[in-house]
């Protein structure tokens, strides 16, 4: 048996990914959890929030959320039944919709960022030097960019 292919850096890396994604998610639910969203939820207004217009195809809110068609039109149904997200078809392509963040989304967001920021400060950024968070940064970047790139924000 080779236990050096047991001991390679690859897979200490993925690790560490894997048990930080863990414990961040830990650390962070709390402050979703207690104004009534789900992390899904959180992620998606944040993603809307963040669009141009707030606002993304159903599609690309889909792959930047890693769900199936299907799965974001559940999420979706969701937020609109909460009021924070509306459904607008796109005029140019009737087969075609829009999630839009509502006024209602965007006040729940400004509710729930002050502890969510406050979390991901003592849990993550803050643990880091700024070099450190821009190497970091840049690092996932090039990492999304090989492995998921229709997670990319569009603009049309």
């Not at 690309?60 to 459904?87: I, K, M």
């Not at 729940?108 to 502890?115: A, C, H, I, S």
């Not at 003592?122 to 970047?141: C, K, N, S, V, Y």
Request: proline share 4%.
């Amino acid at each position: 048996m080779d236990s050096d292919l047991f001991d390679d850096p690859r897979l200490t890396a993925m690790g560490l990914i894997y048990e930080a994604h863990e414990g961040l998610v830990a650390k962070l639910e709390p402050t979703w959890k207690s104004n009534g969203l789900s992390g899904l939820d959180l992620n998606a207004l944040l993603r809307l929030s963040r669009s141009p217009q707030r606002r993304l195809r159903m599609t690309d809110l889909a792959t930047q959320t890693s769900l199936s068609t299907s799965g974001v039109t559940r999420l979706v149904d969701r937020l609109s039944a909460a009021g924070l997200v509306e459904r607008v078809l796109d005029p140019a392509d009737r087969r075609s919709a829009h999630a839009v963040l509502t006024d209602a989304g965007a006040r729940r967001l400004e509710q729930v960022l002050p502890d969510y920021l406050d979390a991901v400060q003592r849990w993550f950024t803050g643990l880091l030097t700024p070099e450190q968070l821009d190497g970091l940064t840049t690092a996932l970047r090039i990492i999304r960019d090989a492995t998921n790139p229709a997670a990319t924000a569009r603009t049309d």
